[in-house]
């Protein structure tokens, strides 16, 4: 009965001392495989990339393994000394500096490109004394050469304005006339004479008739300068195409005021576009989908129309504002939208509510 734990307990000894000199067997196992896949991989890779992480932990080992055995690192001592140089250089070295001026902030050659795009006509000197303006304190030859190494010309002789950009500045001064017509049920053609100011794309109804006649166009013609009143000293040009209607007389009418006639070439409609495209407008959204009576339902429905084209109509070219935009200030917290129908509800305004 007394042997039986002695018994258990030397044979959980040996058992255990088994189990160690297993784990050692194992151990030395695993030591050979791993000697001989890194002699596998020397044979295959002959100068293996090392990281800086990597060359710290072997330097470290190399501490602490004795210097006969050092023949198990695949690097040499030379190496873990040239590394070890290498560190003690850069510790001591002075951060490298690149010589000469210091780099260009990118906000700035930003805003020198910009300049330069903005004013073709600007030379390097110029736009160097705008930054000088703005607080960009910078020297002419360094303007010169962020527009150099851009490609583009630091003289002031560079292309021109765009035709967009020549048109919109033009156009400011510019009022154009057309003729369109319309049928009435009865197929009785009746004549539409407007005027368009090319800025503001502000139109305006000069008359409707059946009867176009030379002295009625003229007097149309000096019934729109009176309703401009003072508006028409920053008028300077009239465009208009070359159709008979337009008489001498009509042309002395603005020409007396100031403004110079010009007249389209022969069959070129694009010349007058922006006329020609307030025809096609006023068709699409309105003439085209009423039938009109007469010339006076025909005025009342441009009158209305106009009213709105003017007041209320978005135009892409003005920002998607109308040419009169009325002044009001939304709170969109407690906004509310109203449909308000015009031409018998053949167009829809919306507004806010009061």
């Known amino acids: 009965m007394t042997a039986s734990p002695v018994y258990l307990l030397l044979r959980q000894i040996l058992q255990m001392l088994t189990q160690l000199a297993r784990d050692g067997g194992a151990k030395d196992v695993e030591l050979l495989v791993l000697r001989h896949q890194v002699a596998v991989l020397r044979r295959q890779v002959h100068r293996p990339d090392l990281q800086p992480a990597d060359r710290v932990v072997l330097a470290a080992l190399s501490r602490l393994l004795?210097?006969?055995?050092?023949?198990?690192?695949?690097?040499?001592?030379?190496t873990l000394l040239r590394w070890h140089r290498q560190l003690i250089a850069r510790h001591w070295t002075c951060p490298h500096t690149r010589p000469g001026r210091p780099p260009v902030d990118p906000e700035l050659r930003d805003l020198v490109l910009r300049l330069a795009a903005d004013n073709p006509t600007w030379g390097h000197r110029r736009v160097q004394g705008e930054l000088a303006r703005l607080g960009y304190r910078t020297?002419?030859?360094?303007?010169?050469?962020?527009?150099?190494?851009?490609?583009?010309?630091?003289?002031?002789?560079?292309?021109?304005?765009?035709?967009?950009?020549?048109?919109?500045?033009?156009?400011?001064?510019i009022l154009a006339c057309d003729f369109f017509t319309v049928d009435t049920v009865l197929l009785k053609q009746i004549y539409v004479l407007f005027f368009i100011e090319l800025a503001t794309r502000q139109v305006h109804i000069a008359g409707v008739t059946a009867h176009q006649t030379s002295a009625w166009v003229t007097r149309q013609a000096r019934n729109l300068l009176m309703n401009l009143g003072q508006h028409t000293d920053r008028l300077h040009f009239l465009l208009r195409d070359r159709d008979t209607k337009f008489t001498a007389a009509f042309d002395t009418?603005?020409?007396?005021?100031?403004?110079?006639?010009?007249?389209?070439?022969?069959?070129?409609?694009?010349?007058?576009?922006?006329?020609?495209?307030?025809?096609?407008?006023?068709?699409?959204?309105?003439?085209?989908?009423?039938l009109i009576a007469g010339q006076r339902h025909l005025t009342s429905v441009l009158t209305e129309y106009t009213a709105h084209y003017n007041c209320h109509r978005p135009h892409r070219s003005l920002s998607q504002q109308p040419p009169n935009?009325?002044?009001?200030?939304?709170?969109?917290?407690?906004?509310?939208?109203?449909?308000?129908?015009?031409?018998?509800?053949?167009?829809n305004e919306y507004t806010q509510a009061a």
């Open 66 to 78: 004795p210097r006969p055995q050092w023949s198990a690192f695949f690097v040499t001592p030379a």
């Open 139 to 173: 020297a002419a030859s360094t303007v010169w050469k962020l527009l150099h190494q851009a490609g583009v010309d630091p003289a002031p002789r560079r292309s021109g304005p765009t035709w967009q950009q020549f048109l919109t500045a033009q156009a400011h001064t």
């Open 253 to 290: 009418v603005f020409t007396a005021a100031g403004i110079d006639v010009l007249r389209t070439p022969p069959q070129a409609p694009r010349a007058n576009a922006y006329a020609e495209h307030w025809v096609g407008t006023v068709r699409r959204e309105c003439t085209d989908r009423i």
């Open 325 to 347: 935009p009325p002044p009001q200030v939304v709170d969109l917290t407690a906004a509310r939208v109203q449909r308000r129908p015009i031409l018998g509800g053949l167009i």
